[in-house]
Structures are given as structure tokens and as C-alpha cells.
């Protein structure tokens, strides 16, 4: 059973759309972070959340953290086919230091 | 800044063999992992550290054995190769604090490994 779940699991969408992906858990975290993945390589930090309510943008993606800090989302506006890869959440505990807990992570593909 | 470097990116091992993945990190991180990724799984913990001399189990850590005697390397064996054990492994790192933290983790390039 997955700690933090990841939807949608996989995403097509065509340039100029918006998106939005979910990140949700019945447990607290003391941050959350969000990375992309491009094939063949590791994951790239995109943010770090760590407030519960807090919203951070860059450039056109928008993270929010849940007021209780068990959920999260991504949401892209006006998609890019440079977009195109995979997102991965992942939390931290403050009970468990050093442990990285991810979700399965969304695929998306952006279509000129 | 080398970040972080995993060694080799790719190899192949009949079952039963046993093999090292090297990761070493400049950054004077606390905090290593090694995680293996699967399709359709995400990325699965297997050990992790906070820092030298300090290893614990992650979700899968059945198979593999690790250890940090210093903050640089953690490297990651695998006692026996099994076909089951074929995935892309990486390596990652993070300075370590309190939290809530800010920092995020350093990942390396992967090792792709296939067992025969």
C-alpha cells in the first residue's frame, strides 16, 4: 500500500491545455516535494512544500500544499510539449528523518 | 559540482552473482538513499542513511546489503543476483536538518542492471 497516491496515473493532453495532478494520503507530512523525470534520467527537484495552505509557482505550474498537510497538487496551465514527462510526489515525516516516501507518479504527454 | 555519482550505468549479471553499485556525493550531504525503480511502481526505498556510521531498511531491502562509513559513499550490494532484482537504481542524497525541511534530494543518473 502506497503511503501518498498519485492520480492520474497517466495523462495525454494537447498543447495548450491545462492540467492538474493529485497527491493525496490519510497521513501528515512535514513537507512535500515535487520532481520531474525525463527518460534515462533521475528525477530533478521542481519545489518543496512545507506549510499547510501554502502555494508555490514556477512560472506556469502551480503547487499547493493541503491545509492538513496529508494532500498536494500540481497544476499546469496552458501545457507545453516540453512539459512531456514524468511527475513524481514524495513526502516527508517528521517521525521517520531521512526517508523519502514517493508516490507511482503521473506520465504526461504533451502533443504539438 | 560532480552531485551526485552513481557507477556503473549499466550491467549485466547471471543470477547468483554478486556485485557493488558505487554512489558517492560532493555536496557533504547527511542523508543517502538508494531506491529502485520498476514500471507502472514508482520508486521503491530500499536502504537508507542519515549519516555516516547509520543505515536503515527501506520498503524492499530484502537481497541487498548496505553501509556508510563515511559521509561521501554509501555504496549498495547485492548479495545473489535474482531476474527479479532487474531494474534502474538510484542513488540520492540531501543535506540533513530538521524538519520541516526546504531541501530537497540530489538524485544520480541511475545504474541500469539486468539479471540473466
Known amino acids: 500500500t502506497q503511503l501518498l497516491e498519485q492520480s492520474p496515473q497517466f495523462l495525454s493532453i494537447q498543447e495548450g491545455e491545462n492540467l492538474t495532478v493529485y497527491c493525496n494520503s490519510s497521513?501528515?507530512?512535514?513537507?512535500l516535494q515535487w520532481y520531474r523525470q525525463e527518460p534515462g534520467e533521475g528525477p530533478v527537484l521542481l519545489v518543496t512544500?512545507?506549510?499547510?495552505?501554502e502555494v508555490k509557482k514556477l512560472k506556469r505550474l502551480t503547487f499547493q500544499f493541503g491545509d492538513a498537510r496529508k494532500d498536494s497538487s500540481l497544476h499546469i496551465t496552458a501545457a507545453q510539449p516540453g512539459d512531456t514527462g514524468l511527475y513524481l510526489c514524495?513526502?516527508?515525516?517528521?517521525?521517520?528523518?531521512?526517508?523519502?516516501?514517493f508516490g507511482r507518479g503521473t506520465q504526461l504527454t504533451v502533443w504539438p | 559540482n560532480a552531485g551526485v555519482t552513481q557507477t556503473p550505468k549499466f550491467q549485466v549479471l547471471k543470477t547468483g552473482q554478486s556485485m557493488t553499485l558505487q554512489c558517492a556525493q560532493d555536496?557533504?550531504?547527511?542523508?543517502m538513499s538508494w531506491y529502485r525503480q520498476d514500471p507502472g511502481m514508482g520508486l521503491r526505498l530500499i536502504h537508507y542513511?542519515?549519516?555516516?556510521?547509520?543505515?536503515d531498511q527501506g520498503e524492499v531491502p530484502n537481497g541487498y546489503n548496505v553501509s556508510r562509513s563515511t559521509t561521501e559513499d554509501f555504496p549498495l550490494r547485492l548479495l545473489s543476483a535474482a531476474p527479479s532484482q532487474t531494474s534502474v537504481y538510484f542513488c540520492?542524497?540531501?543535506?540533513?536538518?530538521?524538519?520541516?525541511?526546504?531541501?530537497?534530494?540530489?538524485f544520480g543518473s541511475g545504474t541500469r542492471l539486468t539479471v540473466v
Open positions: 514524495a513526502g516527508e515525516r517528521g517521525s521517520t528523518l531521512g526517508r523519502l516516501y
Open positions: 542513511s542519515v549519516g555516516a556510521g547509520i543505515t
Open positions: 497521513s501528515v507530512f512535514s513537507s
Open positions: 555536496m557533504n550531504h547527511e542523508y
Open positions: 540520492a542524497s540531501r543535506r540533513g536538518d530538521s524538519p520541516p525541511s526546504r531541501y530537497g534530494y540530489t
Open positions: 512544500v512545507v506549510t499547510g495552505g
